[in-house]
């Protein structure tokens, strides 16, 4: 049996932080969990920010100041939004999938898990130069 995956528009929707039907849970833990997550949840994050940026810079260049200062006013919203919002990325992610019915922080338990001989290795390898006994 093969995963159920939305079509686009349910993956816009998914990824403004709409809920799809229950049929893609699977997809949504894959998407949660893949080693590229933090890339979508960037573009969902860039969705969210881009239209209300887009016509804060219409209504601040309307009203007849420079250019310049309407479009850095909106860069510099962009970036608190984009930093605030992947600040909370993993927080986020795993709440998103306690909607469809799985257990509270599955997704970093489950990134944690496909990490963790990585990780050892690096911790294996920082103490062999940094803690040896000489």
């Known amino acids: 049996m093969t995963m159920a995956r939305p079509n686009p528009a349910q993956w816009i929707w998914h990824a403004i932080g709409g809920r799809l039907p229950m049929r893609y849970k699977e997809w949504a833990l894959h998407d949660a969990t893949c080693r590229t997550w933090w890339l ?6 860039l969705l969210r920010v881009s239209v209300p940026a887009l016509i ?3 209504v601040l260049a309307s009203f007849g100041g420079p250019l310049w200062l ?12 984009i930093y605030y919002g992947l600040t909370y990325a993993p927080d986020s992610i795993d709440s998103r999938l306690v909607r469809y019915g ?8 489950v990134r944690e898990q496909a990490n963790e001989e990585k990780v050892r290795a690096e911790r294996l390898d920082y103490d ?7």
């Open 128 to 134: 062999s130069v940094w803690r040896s006994e000489t």
């Open 40 to 45: 979508r949840y960037l573009a969902g994050v």
């Open 102 to 109: 799985y257990p509270p922080r599955t997704a970093s338990t």
């Open 70 to 81: 309407a479009f850095l006013s909106v860069l510099l919203g962009l970036i608190v939004s």
């Open 56 to 58: 804060l810079f219409f």
